[in-house]
């Protein structure tokens, strides 16, 4: 247990970088997602081929390897510009597709007669968009990128694995050196995580409660 | 859904579109021109030395030797050996996970809540390293061990929901042609539940195939640590780039058409189900799977895109 009590300064600066990982490529993957999925369901036909692939390919990537591409390759094709901004990279990147995919189940999940109905009262696009569909879909929306955002506090540990000092490094680290007490050191980290996942999870639960929509 | 938004197109509108479509494309064409075009030029580094692009010859000719594709083989061999045999104790563990958490006795259902609640919440990567430097295992049974794990429970927890979507009806008949409430669930329960989430945990198998990857960095011979660690290496660093893209056709080949096995089968079983489908509007039971390829797919075949 000391090994624990000596290095929390250590373990709550790993939990500062993941927070700060989770918390930007979060923001991050939600910017790229909202437009991939504005993409994909755009009447443009090869913006929606494009985003058709970019989700199918980054989807079927493993994780480990974009992060190994961003802490690597990048520096080798010289763009470096630190091991923490190339992990928010590469988390931003995988996390897109998850969160279109996402946003666009929630707006396909409203009912076609919801939209029908807009219309035929005569709402114009924008307008049924805004006052039917929209309001609608991201209540349906809102759980599962509550979920999205839980995978992502999870895959934030691979960025530790390249350089990126965050609770599984700092798990890693302190292991390492106190090879006597792993188990407290790692069940030290698995609180913390558990902090953010187990928040996130009831925050999700509360929010389906609140918003489900009555059908 | 889209198509309903907005006016079908009349002829103008379409030609528009058409235009714009056009010149998407074109866009894309030229930004991935300009990629390829950029990555083949000549880098003069930091000293002086001029080192040949990416797609130079020089790059590329390591991949005549015999030898390389062994390796290649070897890595693909051990990855979908972890996977194999990660997948069977999933399998295993997420049955004997759905089955504690809907007992009807408390003692077995709050204690394998709670175990599912931490196994979920937690990195796979993170319990990998735990069972390595707790229970000594070497790498590859602490890959195998910590996948199992995780995806058990998000196998347990699909198949829970599957048996809570069946009609009651169910269970009450087979209580009342006398069947013991085991052998209920066993025979009448489960099976249906089984086949009724098959997308979802075909989908998650997927995930798991991937996860391979994770044993990269604890250290298991895996694909990823043969190809990108081990070969460059060996031959030198300027295969790097080389060996990256080989290995990332590699995976996204295996993934790909694991992924499309899943979507066959989601379309295959999804209108046979008929009334038992969970309904694909209610929120995804499941947390872990949204970061999976399947929560798209099995709640699309379920019918978000048919509506």
């Known amino acids: 247990m000391d090994a624990v009590i000596e290095n929390l300064p250590l373990f709550l600066e790993g939990f500062r970088n993941t927070l700060g990982l989770l918390l930007f490529s979060g923001i991050g993957a939600l910017v790229v997602g909202i437009i991939v999925a504005s993409l994909r369901i755009s009447p443009i036909a090869s913006f929606r081929s494009f985003a058709t692939v970019y989700t199918e390919l980054v989807r079927n990537t493993p994780l480990t390897l974009v992060l190994f591409f961003c802490a690597f390759i990048l520096p080798y094709l010289q763009f470096s510009p630190g091991y923490f901004q190339l992990a928010l990279i590469g988390l931003t990147v995988y996390t897109s597709p998850f969160v279109a995919e996402a946003l666009r189940s ?52 691979v960025a530790g694995a390249f350089f990126v000092f965050e609770l599984f490094g700092v798990g890693r680290r302190v292991a ?16 913390f995580y558990l902090i953010i996942t187990i928040t996130l999870g009831q925050i999700a639960a509360r929010v389906e409660k609140k918003v489900a929509v009555l059908r | 859904m889209s198509s309903v938004l907005y006016d079908a197109p009349g002829p103008k509108a379409r030609a528009r579109s058409r235009v714009i479509s056009v010149v998407g494309l074109v866009v894309v064409l030229v930004l991935l021109a300009w990629l390829v075009w950029a990555l083949g030029a000549p880098k ?121 979507s069946l009609p009651r009806g169910q269970r009450e008949a087979g209580l009342a042609i006398g069947l013991t409430p085991l052998s ?35 250290g298991y011979g895996e694909l990823l640590r043969e190809g990108v660690r081990n070969l460059p290496n060996f031959f030198g660093e300027r295969y790097q780039f080389s060996f990256f893209l080989v290995v990332l056709a590699i995976y996204l080949a295996m993934n790909m058409s694991l992924s499309w096995f899943a979507r066959f089968i989601a379309r295959r079983s999804g209108p ?36």
């Open chain 2, 44 to 164: 003069a580094s930091a000293n002086g030395a001029v080192q040949p692009g990416m797609w130079d010859i020089t790059r590329w000719d390591v991949f005549s030797d015999r030898q390389v594709w062994l390796a290649l083989g070897k890595g693909v061999l051990a990855t979908l050996q972890m996977a194999g045999v990660a997948a069977v104790l999933a399998l295993t563990l997420g049955v004997v996970f759905s089955f504690g958490r809907s007992a009807d006795h408390k003692a077995i259902r709050i204690p394998t809540t709670i175990i599912l609640e931490f196994v979920r919440g937690l990195p796979v990567l993170l319990m990998m390293l735990f069972i390595l430097l707790v229970f000594a295992t070497g790498a590859y049974w602490a890959g195998v061990a910590a996948l199992g794990l995780y995806n058990g429970a998000i196998i347990g927890e699909a198949l829970r929901a599957g048996i809570q």
């Open chain 2, 184 to 218: 209920t669930r066993f025979r009448i329960e489960f099976p249906q539940a089984f086949r009724q989430m098959l997308p979802i945990i075909i989908a998650q198998l997927v995930v798991l195939l991937k996860d391979t990857s994770l044993a990269f960095i604890v």
């Open chain 1, 176 to 191: 390492n050196d106190r090879g006597d007490e792993v188990i407290a050191i790692l069940l030290a980290v698995a609180f």
């Open chain 1, 106 to 157: 929630g707006i396909n999940g409203v009912p076609v007669g919801q939209a029908e109905a807009a219309r035929s009262v005569g709402l114009t696009f924008g307008q049924s968009l805004s006052y039917v569909i929209m309001p609608q879909a991201v209540r349906m929306v809102i759980p599962p990128l509550i979920n999205v955002f839980i995978a992502l506090t999870k895959n934030t540990s």
């Open chain 2, 272 to 307: 046979k189900a008929g009334k038992l489908v969970v309904d694909p509007l209610a929120p995804e039971p499941i947390p872990d799977t949204s970061l999976s390829v399947g929560a798209g797919t099995g709640a699309d075949a379920g019918g978000g895109d048919s509506r």
